[in-house]
Every structure is written in structure tokens, then in C-alpha cells.
């Protein structure tokens, strides 16, 4: 684990002197990703400027749960960008060869060798919101809140991240899989809002074949009102712990079935 976290530095200083020869590019992806968030709030405004409330949530309470949905998908974006990469590009130019030829686990390797600073918008967004409705909400608050508000953020983070990691894999057999990651990733956008403006179906979905409804509504729900935390915070455990072996699992079998490909 030392030697991993020493070379996790190595790999992010370097890839940071890169980043610095198109420092505009950096500020722009950054700012482009800020000004998202805003116009989506902005239309949450006008929203909630013609009702008082969404099935009995009330416009801070909605702010928070998007908010809290913001730092999991900005840690991922932030941290395992890279596996974009993968589904798109690294596979089918047969760039993914160097990576076997280094002593290092190959999803540390892929992971870790860059990041995308692009994220810091999200953050940012993510800090003006829970800045904004928290103050506004009657919110319970213990000694264990903060404790297990990191717990659900990590395996929040990591619900997104293994379904990076299940699509990308996809590649080691197609060649390429990068549609597919973003037609997946886009199903977050269902995280963002309570899930019971949802029909059953949809409910079902999000909540236990392709979990991001433990990555956002369940865990800050229970923050809002301080019930159900074996649901809300067990729940988000289990799925970030599931779905990362579940992850782990298909990069392996991928990668015994990989072939090297290129023109």
C-alpha cells in the first residue's frame, strides 16, 4: 500500500507538469463544468418559483440532495477520469499493451496515471450549494453525523467508480466501449432529486440494478430527517462494496480476455 500511495504522488505530479503547458484549457473545462451546474439550478429556481414545494420537499432540501450529489460523481471525476479513456480509445489503439508490461496492478495503473481537474467546478458547485441550504434546514446533528457522512461518500465514490470500471472492461472484448460508460454514467442524473418523484419502475432501477440512488438521494435523505440509517447508509455500503467486487471481477475477466489491437 505504501509503495502504491508513492507512486499514486509520482504519477499525479507528472501528469500535473503536463496540465500546466495549457493552463487556459484547464480554467475553461473548469469554468464550463461551473456554468452546467448553474444553468441546472437555475432551472431548479424557476421550478420552484411557481410551486412551494416538490411532493413535500421543500427548495433548500431539494438544493441539499443536489449538492450532496455532487461531491461522490466530483471525487470520481476527479480521481478515475482516466477510464474514459479506456472505453474510448486505450483498448482500441492497442495503447493499453503498456500497461502489462509494468509491474503494477493495471486498474491502479489506468486509474491513477492521470486526473481531471475539470472536477474542481463540480466541487465548487457543490461547496455554493450545501453552503446556501444547509443554514436554511432544520438538519439533525450527533457526534457519529460527520463520521458517517464520510463513510457514505467514499462508498458513494465508489458506486460510480465500479460502474466506470464494469463499462470500460467491456472494451477488452468490443474494443471499444465509451458509449456505453456515458450512456450508464448519464443515468446519475436520476440520483439528483428524490426518488419518489419516480414512477416504480424507475425506482427499482436506480436504486438496486444500477445503484445511484445510494450515491445521492438515500444518504442525504437520512442527513435531512435522521431516519433509516440501515437503509440510507447500510445501504450505501453494501452497493459501493458489491458493485466494486462485482467491478474488480469483470476487469479480470476482461483482462484475460484481452487482445492487443491497432492499425
Known amino acids: 500500500m505504501k509503495r502504491y500511495l508513492r507512486l499514486h504522488r ?3 505530479v507528472q501528469y500535473l507538469k503536463k496540465l500546466m503547458e495549457y493552463k487556459v484549457d484547464f480554467l475553461l473545462g473548469a469554468i464550463g463544468l461551473l456554468i452546467t451546474q448553474a444553468i441546472q439550478i437555475l432551472f431548479l429556481g424557476i421550478i420552484f418559483s411557481q410551486i412551494p414545494s416538490l411532493i413535500g420537499y421543500t427548495f433548500p432540501q431539494i438544493l441539499f440532495i443536489y449538492g450532496f450529489s455532487l461531491i461522490p460523481k ?12 479506456v472505453g474510448y480509445r486505450i483498448v482500441r489503439k492497442g495503447e493499453f499493451d503498456k500497461y502489462l508490461t509494468r509491474p503494477i496492478n493495471t486498474l491502479f495503473h489506468v486509474i491513477s ?25 432544520d438538519m439533525p446533528f450527533h457526534w457519529y453525523t460527520i463520521p458517517l457522512a464520510l463513510v457514505a461518500v467514499v462508498f458513494a465514490t465508489l458506486i460510480y467508480t465500479s460502474l466506470k470500471i464494469m463499462t470500460a472492461a467491456i472494451a477488452f472484448w468490443t474494443k471499444a466501449s465509451g458509449h456505453i460508460i456515458h450512456m450508464l454514467y448519464m443515468v446519475n442524473d436520476f440520483s439528483k432529486y428524490p426518488v419518489t418523484i419516480y414512477n416504480k419502475a424507475v425506482q427499482t432501477i436506480i436504486t438496486y440494478v444500477i445503484p445511484f440512488a445510494f450515491t445521492a438521494y438515500y444518504p442525504a435523505s437520512y442527513f435531512l430527517t435522521g431516519k433509516d440509517p440501515l437503509f440510507c447508509i447500510g445501504g450505501t455500503v453494501i452497493a459501493g462494496t458489491v458493485m466494486f467486487t462485482l467491478a474488480v471481477l469483470v476487469w479480470n475477466r476482461g483482462l484475460r480476455a484481452y487482445e492487443s489491437a491497432g492499425s
Open 113 to 137: 496515471e492521470n486526473f481531471c481537474v475539470d472536477a474542481f467546478g463540480e466541487m465548487l458547485s457543490c461547496i455554493l450549494l450545501l453552503g446556501y441550504s444547509v443554514p436554511q434546514l
Open 10 to 12: 509520482i504519477f499525479v
Open 74 to 85: 466530483s471525487l470520481d471525476h476527479l480521481l478515475t477520469d482516466n477510464l474514459w479513456m
